[in-house]
């Protein structure tokens, strides 16, 4: 189990652990000190209490939404790839064609109760058109309101 | 006929009015024996309460303590819905306890089984007994305070193995055998500490080693003899842990790979037991760091007139408490930082890095006494 050394490198040893072990122990007491005496750091949210003031994370992956501007076009072509990335077949982009026949977004029909919040969809899609919002109080006592149509105008782009 | 005394300002109280309130009794059964009997019992009866208030009382106020150091080490809040900040959480998890049913495995020793828990409380209530709480306030004043506080910690030990052999569940008994193991070795060191304690102060009771250190901070043991004080109170602070078997010495529960350790079987009231055991070692044992380094129930005076008036008018029982939750703290930061050690490195540690460093510390302090004392 243990490779042959002198009996000097032995001590040597032993007494460099002695300096390091201490060193490398209060280290770690220095900074669980630091968190300790900064609240600053402690991350726990006091939900229903601080409601008003609560702000989510930006990396939180809430519901999906569509990028849209103030007019509520959006940068959607139809082009599934979110609906194939996505694993549980949350999404349906049903195309449909516009007066020069080309084909466009007709309805971006999302079901967010088989959603899981992965963010595959955004990461697929070609165009930077859906993002993931920040809502999380998300709970509702009509399962048919979680079948929703994502973008407001139909047949653009 | 011979009534053991205890001499303090209540004891002299009670005895003052045990003999008052007998004039109301018939003549005929008043005498002066009795009196003092019935004083002597009446007092043993208030250090009983006093004892077990001390214990059990700081028990939730320590999990409460432990619980929020915990979350502010890890950043979080800890307890914060039942009461101001959670404060009667602790209450709440004990009712919760005590409510739970109690039962053994099948296979279990049950005499063994109910009987460990009880044996575990045995050192920490008779070590509090022990500690001088302030110049008037100990229980027991026995001049060889030390060497019965070093013979009791075998009980802990004692019901640890007990509880881990008695469950017939294979995780208790290694988590029993480990613990065995430990705190045999630790004990070791721990009682060198004690030892080293005792000969630089010349005595072996609480109360002398305390007045001992009389005078300003630096007349503490930790301060008194230089660079050896502060090693000697680093190593009791390490074998204490150990042997309180709190992490990051706590191969004998250590969850992770032992569910639990030797109390995996045991719930409701008789888990609650190990619990305030551990609890209770906490306190006992930093209220022994306190009085063999910190100066006990002494005010930490530095030497200025001025200041050293007003430190004198706070009570020495606010002292030693506010010098014992420092300990604690001290313990609880320790516990949340550091992780634990394999079975063999514990026990390379103590034997290759504690003991000799042990005993090259009692020869130096006996040194110190020879050259300068
Ligand atoms: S977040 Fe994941 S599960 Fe939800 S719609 Fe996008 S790809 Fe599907
Ligand atoms: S959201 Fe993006 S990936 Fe999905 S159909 Fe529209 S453009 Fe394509």
């Known amino acids: 189990m243990q490779e042959n050394i002198t009996l000097l490198q032995y001590f040597k040893r032993y007494f460099k652990r002695c300096i390091t072990g201490p060193w490398s122990l209060m280290c770690g007491l220095s900074v669980s000190l630091k968190y300790f005496f900064d609240p600053r750091r402690i991350v726990t949210e006091q939900y229903p209490e601080n409601r008003k003031t609560l702000r989510m994370h930006p990396r939180y992956r809430g519901r999906l939404e569509m990028i849209e501007d103030a007019d509520g076009n959006n940068h959607c072509t139809a082009c599934g790839m979110c609906e194939r990335a996505c694993p549980n077949a949350s999404i349906n982009v049903l195309s449909t064609k516009n007066i020069a026949g080309k084909k466009v977004l007709g309805r971006y029909v999302y079901h967010f109760a088989s959603c899981t919040q992965c963010g595959l969809c955004v990461e697929a899609c070609p165009f930077g058109a859906i993002r993931m919002n920040q809502d999380f109080e998300v709970a509702t006592t009509d399962p048919n309101t979680l079948e929703m149509i994502l973008n407001k105008k139909e047949g653009q782009g | 006929m011979f009534v053991p005394s205890i001499t303090n300002p209540v004891g002299d109280f009670v005895r003052e009015m045990v003999p008052r309130l007998a004039e109301y009794l018939p003549a005929s059964i008043q005498s002066d024996t009795l009196n003092s009997i019935v004083a002597f019992l009446v007092n043993a009866l208030i250090c009983v309460i006093a004892v077990c208030a001390v214990n059990i009382g700081s028990a939730p106020i320590l999990i409460y303590m432990e619980r929020k150091v915990c979350a502010h080490v890890q950043c979080r809040l800890g307890p914060m819905r039942l009461g101001w900040h959670g404060t009667i959480q602790t209450i709440a998890d004990v009712l919760k306890m005590l409510f739970k049913e109690v039962y ?172 305030l055991a551990e609890y ?94």
């Not at chain 2, 709480?133 to 193995?161: E, K, Q």
């Not at chain 2, 602070?237 to 032992?258: C, G, K, V, Y």
Request: charged share 10%.
């Open chain 2, 104 to 275: 053994a495995p099948s296979g279990a020793d049950k005499l063994m089984f109910y009987l460990a828990p009880l044996i575990v409380l045995i050192a920490p209530f008779i070590v509090c007994a022990l500690i001088p709480f302030g110049r008037d306030l100990v229980v027991a004043d026995v001049s060889m305070g030390i060497p019965l506080i070093i013979a009791v910690n075998g009980f802990g030990v004692l019901g640890i193995l007990l509880g881990g052999w008695s469950s017939n569940n294979k995780y208790s008994l290694l988590g029993a055998l480990r613990s065995g193991a430990q705190m045999i070795s630790y004990e070791i060191s721990f009682t060198m500490i004690l030892l080293f304690v005792v000969m630089i102060s010349g005595s072996t009771n609480l109360m002398s080693i305390t007045l001992g250190q009389e005078g300003t901070i630096s007349d503490w043991w930790i301060f008194k003899i230089p660079v050896l004080g502060i090693i000697a109170f680093i190593l009791f602070f390490i074998s204490s842990t150990a042997e309180m078997n709190r992490a990051p010495f706590d191969i004998a529960e250590a969850e992770q790979e032992l569910t639990g350790g030797y109390h995996t079987e045991y719930n409701g009231t008789p888990f609650a037991m190990f619990y």
């Open chain 2, 280 to 373: 209770i070692a906490l306190v006992t044992n930093s209220a022994l760091a306190t009085t063999c380094f910190l100066g006990g129930f002494l005010p930490p005076c530095i030497g200025v007139a001025f200041v050293d008036n007003y430190l004198n008018m706070v009570p020495g029982v606010v002292w030693f408490f506010a010098k014992v939750f420092f300990m604690i703290w001290c313990y609880m930061m320790v516990r949340w930082t550091f992780v634990r050690p394999r079975v063999d490195q514990l026990m390379d540690f103590e034997w290759k890095f504690l003991l000799p460093v042990n005993l090259v510390l009692l020869i130096a302090g006996a040194a110190y006494i020879v050259v300068c004392g």
